[in-house]
């Protein structure tokens, strides 16, 4: 196997996965349920079909392809990453690793080399949480996480739940309890992912093997306030919904700073309502987003929101909600899979690191339960979740290749 081969097939289906976006020459937006996931998922489904896979699409929008091994109920190696997108995203998350896990199939084919296990390569639904503020929908569904009761909870920004987005894409959310595979079914998850950060461009390495991943909790906040005149209304005598949230906002990046041991915390999403110059808010929602290593650094940094909010809504005489949207603790990976990685780099020569993902993927939710290990290729720049994310091909082709030889070892496995 060369990369010089695999080179080719991975970059013709990058490219022509581009144009499934919603927003051409801004980046790429596929957002879980549109047109353009519908797009992608029937582009991968037929990638799949010629790669000599069965195809499934599951009841949570999941798209899957099985290369059979000779023992078939054996538990399976699964592979994969998600097909969507975050809001004028890059061309390369989520969707890199899912051609990557196609390209293994296709290899493994080709080498015609004995394999006993199943291998599944997997396109996810909603990875990011982009449109529902939620996050891992596909993978958590193949668990058996998710059911009727959250797609009805969980709603856009429109209004929309999950529920009616999924009816509205031919999906039938009160089937979204067939998509959980059996307990013991799946053996082993391995993920191919850019590393959306600087590290491994600035140090000029080919490899990240990633030996963790951080936990993630993510909150819908809603303040509540009065509206009234702007002009007419004494600053002791209103109740300003902004003035009460933008207190706490202010003290959230300084709570993740004190930690000082990479733990982060972001409120990207902030909107006041009835949003007018001269109208004191009635209403801030804002969105909060935590990540840590450690998971008591999350819930600490949660436990003081909550209490600002408590003080500075008492102190306004309002009301809040804190609506948690996900929670999700950290991960270690597979040291095994990890050595196997290894000794595959040393024999190709390719350079590799060690490295944490602060990242969130469906290895996160999928590593919780079943061995399973990622690696990161570099990013231009480290930049990611922006137009100008970039990954080289024969970058790529190289994870394809190392995972390959992963596979191909846990394949034969007893
Ligand atoms: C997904 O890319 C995330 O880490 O939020
Ligand atoms: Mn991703
Ligand atoms: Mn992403």
Known sequence: MQVEE??????????????????????????????EARQAVD???????????EVVEDAAGNIIGTLKGTNPELPCVMMGSHYDSVINGGDYDGIAGVICAIEVARLLKETGAPMKRNFVAVGFCDEEGMRFGTGYFGSGAMLGNRDPD???????????????????????????????WKKGSIGYFLEAHIEQ????????????????????QRYMVTVHGRSDHAGTTPMDMRMDATDAASKVISK??????????????????????????NIVAEKVEFTVDIRSKNNDNINDIARRIRAALDRETAAMGGSYEMDTKLVITPVNLSEEMLKIMEESCKAHAYSYKYLPSGAGHDSLEIGQVIPTVMVFVP?????????VEFTKYSDLSKAALIMTELAQNLLNRD
């Open 43 to 53: 582009f991968l489904g037929g990638l799949m079909r010629e790669a000599g896979m």
């Open 379 to 387: 990013s231009k720049d480290g930049r990611s979740h922006c137009p």
């Open 252 to 277: 959230i990046a300084d709570w993740a700073r004190e930690k000082a041991d990479g733990t982060v915390a972001t409120v990207g999403y902030v909107k006041t309502t009835p949003g007018g110059m």
């Open 6 to 35: 695999i080179l080719g097939r991975v970059a013709r289906d990058l490219e022509h996965l581009k144009q499934f976006t919603a927003t051409p020459g801004e980046g790429c937006t596929r957002l879980p349920f549109t047109k």
């Open 197 to 216: 950060g600087p590290v491994l461009d600035a140090e000029n390495i080919e490899i990240g093997l990633v030996d963790c991943i951080v936990g993630i």
């Open 150 to 180: 959250y797609c009805r909870k969980f709603k856009d920004t429109d209004g929309i739940s999950i529920y009616d987005a999924m009816k509205e894409h031919g999906l039938d959310p009160e089937k979204i309890q067939d998509a959980a």
